[in-house]
T-cell receptor
Framework: NAGVMQNPRHLVRRRGQEARLRCSPV?????VYWYRQLPEEGLKFMVY????????ESGMPKERFSAEFPKEGPSILRIQQVVRGDSAAYFC???????????????FGPGTRLTVT | QKEVEQDPGPLSVPEGAIVSLNCTYS??????FMWYRQYSRKGPELLMY????GNKEDGRFTAQVDKSSKYISLFIRDSQPSDSATYLC??????????????FGSGTRLQVQP
């Protein structure tokens, strides 16, 4: 029963380094979402991707953050030149379909906890 | 005003109690409603999904939606210590296929005392 997989589970980076977070969706799911959960705050949407396409990046910070979901392989959330304020839990979610009332269901992975020192 | 409001708690109840968790929302366009459970340092787990007014039951859990009041509830019967977690309500921000972002409440932390 392979759900959404994320790695690494914990990532420590020094200020100015790059962070790469990986997400493998549930097998057969072609829609991937990234959310960020800051300490003591709720989950905030960042980006929605389908294979090889960014569909909605309205929640992504304009600088330093990028995401991709290639034809082969996992989705990647990339944060360049990390700062202390990037320390958070980053969650990936996936969904199987884009039509019908259940198309809004999203299944979450265990998250990657990024700590910037 | 936040789009989705949720009492952060913590809510502490004795084992076996009926728990009521609530969210209010401001956007009348919201049509689909979800409840997630999140254990400490884990990912959110989808508990209930509903898209109409009224009740939906699944085991010890009942989701209730009142669109006229923009109010949703999750009831947990016969609560167990293993139900201790943060409960998040969520709803899609937009209804067009290009916008599937979920807007989450801030979560209510529940503690069930044995």
């Amino acid at each position: 029963n392979a759900g959404v997989m994320q790695n690494p589970r914990h990532l420590v980076r020094r200020r100015g380094q790059e962070a790469r977070l990986r997400c493998s969706p549930v097998k057969g799911h072609s829609h991937v979402y990234w959310y960020r959960q800051l300490p003591e705050e709720g989950l905030k949407f960042m980006v929605y991707l389908q294979k090889e396409n960014i569909i909605d990046e309205s929640g992504m910070p304009k600088e330093r953050f990028s995401a991709e979901f290639p034809k082969e392989g996992p989705s990647i959330l990339r944060i360049q030149q990390v700062v202390r304020g990037d320390s958070a839990a980053y969650f990936c979610a996936s969904s199987p379909r884009n039509t019908g009332p259940y198309s809004y269901e999203q299944y979450f992975g265990p998250g990657t906890r990024l700590t910037v020192t | 005003q936040k789009e989705v409001e949720q009492d952060p708690g913590p809510l502490s109840v004795p084992e076996g109690a009926i728990v009521s968790l609530n969210c209010t929302y401001s956007n009348s366009a919201f049509q689909y409603f979800m409840w997630y459970r999140q254990y400490s340092r884990k990912g959110p787990e989808l508990l209930m999904y509903t898209y109409s007014s009224g009740n939906k039951e699944d085991g010890r859990f009942t989701a209730q939606v009142d669109k006229s009041s923009k109010y949703i509830s999750l009831f947990i019967r016969d609560s167990q210590p293993s139900d201790s977690a943060t409960y998040l309500c969520a709803m899609p921000s937009r209804m067009d296929t290009g916008r599937r972002a979920l807007t989450f409440g801030s979560g209510t932390r529940l503690q069930v005392q044995p």
